[in-house]
């Protein structure tokens, strides 16, 4: 299983949940990222642990005010998300997006709400495409629990589509319990955010979420 943590805008400190990150990777021998903000790329990096960007732009070198581009993440990063449903783009975008991160070397995981939209972005050739659905985010509840069809549904959608592709779930992921029932359920990573974002103590979050693997 992998473990992404997406720390999203929330405040925290994010190279201490690196370092605690990369000591549960190496401890439980468990893939554990973090995705921090694209400022907190280089620091997070510098802790060993593996580092994604939570958003590149479809864009590359150019007049693009505000860009993020795939080039110059990979300096630091080794992945990224696309598409998070709280950074959604048009598909064209995603594609080029794609391309963009994929160019750079950048390992990828598309978002997408529901199977229909897993089957669309799966098509676009991501590594993994990560299903959420939007009304679980935050809430603590976890998607294994409360819709496990939509994980099995995406496992099946992305399979249909190209079996090379892997499937992760997320959404209210916060324990042990629940990346064991999301992997019961066919998916092969878990994507989380405020189970270890907002924890009083992340690491001790961090080796719960990894402790049955
Ligand atoms: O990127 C992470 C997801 O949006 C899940 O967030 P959450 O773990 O706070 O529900």
């Known amino acids: 299983m992998f473990v992404l943590v997406n720390l999203k805008a929330y405040d925290c400190d994010p190279v201490a949940i690196a370092r605690a990150a990369a000591d549960v990777a190496d401890d439980a021998g468990v893939r554990v990222a973090v995705a921090p903000q694209a400022t907190h790329l280089a620091p997070v990096a510098g802790t060993g642990v593996e580092t994604f960007a939570q958003h590149v732009s479809p864009t590359g070198h150019g007049s693009h005010t505000g860009s993020t581009l795939a080039a110059a993440v990979a300096e630091y990063a080794d992945g990224t998300l696309l598409n998070h449903s709280e950074r959604r783009l048009r598909l064209a975008d995603i594609d080029a997006a794609l391309d963009a991160a994929e160019e750079a070397g950048l390992e990828t995981v598309a978002c997408a709400n529901n199977p229909e939209q897993v089957a669309a972005v799966a098509a676009l050739g991501p590594d993994a495409v990560a299903v959420e659905p939007p009304e679980l985010i935050g809430t603590g509840t976890p998607v294994?629990?409360?819709?496990?069809?939509?994980?099995?549904?995406?496992?099946?959608a992305a399979g249909e589509v190209d079996d090379s592709v892997s499937v992760y779930c997320g959404a209210g992921i916060s324990t042990g319990e629940d990346v064991l029932a999301a992997r019961e359920l066919g998916s092969s990573g878990v994507?989380?955010?405020?189970?270890?974002?907002?924890?009083?103590d992340p690491r001790a979050a961090l080796e719960d979420l990894v402790s049955g693997l």
Do not use: N, Q
């Not at 294994?144 to 099946?156: F, H, N």
């Open 191 to 200: 994507l989380l955010a405020s189970g270890v974002a907002k924890a009083d």
């Open 144 to 156: 294994s629990a409360a819709d496990p069809d939509i994980v099995t549904g995406a496992v099946a």
